[in-house]
């Protein structure tokens, strides 16, 4: 076979080429869009040539595979990653650069899949790129959503909400899989009937989806490996019949068609609250029948249909309990579909299906109404019944006559079938997203499966893709590492480590220094662009950039920014080293609250522009539609990190770490991943606050918390606070935030006011520090140096070693 060349010269006729034959154009007269299909199109070329090879080495590899499911894979752009994991950024900048084309005006043609709410649905994503670049033969599978998340404008000050329709000009990555098109059915009524002496179960009546897969290839870095994300699309099976036009009953069936297809249509924007959302049901279930029956197509395609070995084969991981209906489904595909009987069936269930946890907050655990389940899936729903009986036979030998417990632990209880029992009792593995988050899980979520199971649990830190969250936003930076310690971090990105005896070399520091300012002017010019706003790069930058939680307290940051007006507007004496405070955050469309403190920080901002002396020192910038895209604008340019969770509440984050690797400072509470950069960075180069997750435990078992005295005894939290009810904050409208002034002063949940205090404290020693620019710049420096076990290529190496255990493509094939 030739193999196409992609130098320079080559890249350059094919994108001539193909805007010839596809738009009839030469390169002078064609549109922005059609320059970047025309790119697109090459590297895709590029990438198919390496996914052939794949494919081979896979077929001849009879070793185990992944399947990770994923109701959310936040994706964010693909052609520059593209062009990086295929080491040919240089060949595609030049060839643009001779046709007289910057690439950066064609990479930002490209619409960003935004198919994901915020930290689950990017860790997804950096997985994959970690398991290509790692020659991990995966399979991400997903939902095809038409709509991804709602785009965000500010209006008046508040969030307005606008449809994200990213498939409107197609999707330059995918390709429709027909050949796996497959069928997946609801509702009906189930029928036993008796052959031989073997129940049998059929189920009658029912009604079909088909479910169309289109898969994007996920390229690794400098790797053998071309990993799929399969995404699936749901599409009626009816097709409008001429017939039906002649008697009038076209619309009925267009309806009807309709009707299957919003399956697929739109992502639901809820994060974190739990509401029992028919439609969002079908979606899950969707997904995992689809995505299991492609999986054993598969495996009888290698292996023929002795089930026995598929936990030897086969992997499915399901990223937090949303894809949880893949296991009921793999039950019923054993059993009705393939014959095999309940124990059997179970056993191979039991140890095929692993899943990881990321939120022990209990509104947040998934549930599902029984009568929902039993009319939308009366099959699924009798598996789950008798999965829930064997499970509490069993619970009733460990806790005998404990009925509470039992019921706490049931599959089925209260009316619900409980997501997180039936994935804990159905894996072989659950884990934690940081070692917090993994302490807590065993000793107070899941403590009472701990118990009985404590083989299972693990806690596994998160990462991020130190390609997509270092070299390919901070090429600068990328450069300046390169050219101090070499390359091999980019392999091995732990070995940044070797940068940290450049904290003490001044020349090191100013070039540093100089390009967090170019960072920082980037993001300036791009608020200048979107949002008409004026910020001045010699501002301290400091972002608070995540979604819109209570529990996240952009109420304890804004809150400190009134403290701060207030003591420049009291005293004129008053100096701090001037600050930009930039917010990103998308508040769920029906989360009242978490739209209040957005119209708070807008107001906010607006109050500081009013006042001269105050505008000097201090601004607030609300940065709208915070998506990957604006992520890697932001992070670089930022100087301190905000990570502010109320100490027990955020499993990990993500962000923090894609700040720290930036250069960025992390003042935070003893949270999630916190704890563990802390670790890393020892306490000089962080600024910890806050009460620790034992003391918050505490706080909510003795219910001692009274916000106040706090307010009764702090005079400038009392200022604060008052301001948001009396006019300062919202002269045309005093009481609009009353709610929220409330919500701080009676029942917080998440102690804003109990940790304003030690927060308020951290940010003196924080500006003070900033003042001394030698010492701030070496903090700088030591965070960038010991973000390398943050790399996701760390993480997705414990999930292999301790989970997966899956064979590396291009190494002696296993087996
Ligand atoms: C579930 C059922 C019904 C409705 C909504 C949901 C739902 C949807 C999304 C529940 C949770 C989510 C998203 C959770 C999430 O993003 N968690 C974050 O995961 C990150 C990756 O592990 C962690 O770093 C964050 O700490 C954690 O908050």
Redesign the pocket.
Known sequence: MPTTKFDKESIKQAIIGKVQRYNGRTIEEVSPQQLYRAVASTVRDQIMAKAIECREERKRNKGKRLYYLS??YLMGRSMYTNMLNLTSTKEYTEALSELGIDIQDVLKEEPEPGLG???????AACFLDSLSSLNMPAMGCTIRYEYGLFRQKIVDGQQVELPDSWLDNGNAWETAETQDTCEVHFGGHVEEVEVNGVKRYYTKDYYTVEAVPYDMPIVGYDAKVVNPLRMWSARSPKKLDLNSFGEGRYVQASEEIELAETISKVL?P??????GKQL?LKQHYFFASASLQYILKDYKKRFGTDFSRLPEKVVIHIN???PGMAIPELMRLLIDEEGLGWDEASQIVQRTFAY?N??IMSE?L?RWPVNMVQNLLPRIYQILCEINRRFCERLWNYFPGDWDRIARMAVISYDNVQMANLCIAMSYSVNG??KL?GEILKEETFHDFYLVMPEKFSAIT?GIAHRRWLISCNPELTDLICESIGDAWIKEPERLRELAPFADDAAFREKFAAIKLHNKQRLAAMLKQRQDVTIDPSFMFDVQAK?LHEYKRQMLNALHIMVLYNRIVNDESFTMAPRVFVFGAKASPGYYRAKQIIRLICALSKMIERHPRARKMLQVVFLENYDVSSAEVLIPAAEVSEQLSTASK?????GNMKFMMNGAITIGTMD??NVEISEQVGMDNIYIFGMRADTVRNMYRENTYNPMMIFETNQEVRQAMTQIIDGTLMPDNPAALQDLYHSLLMGDNFFVLKDFGSYSMAQRRLDADYHDQEKWQKMAVINTAMSGVFSSDRTIREYNDTIWHLPILGQNAKK
Not at 650 to 654: D, L
């Open positions: 109701v959310e709410n915020g930290g689950l649905g990017r860790l639901y809820e994060d974190r609250h739990y509401e969002r937090d309990t949303h990881t990321h939120t947040a998934e997203v940081s988050h998160n979604r955020e499993a990990s984050g993500t999630g991943a």
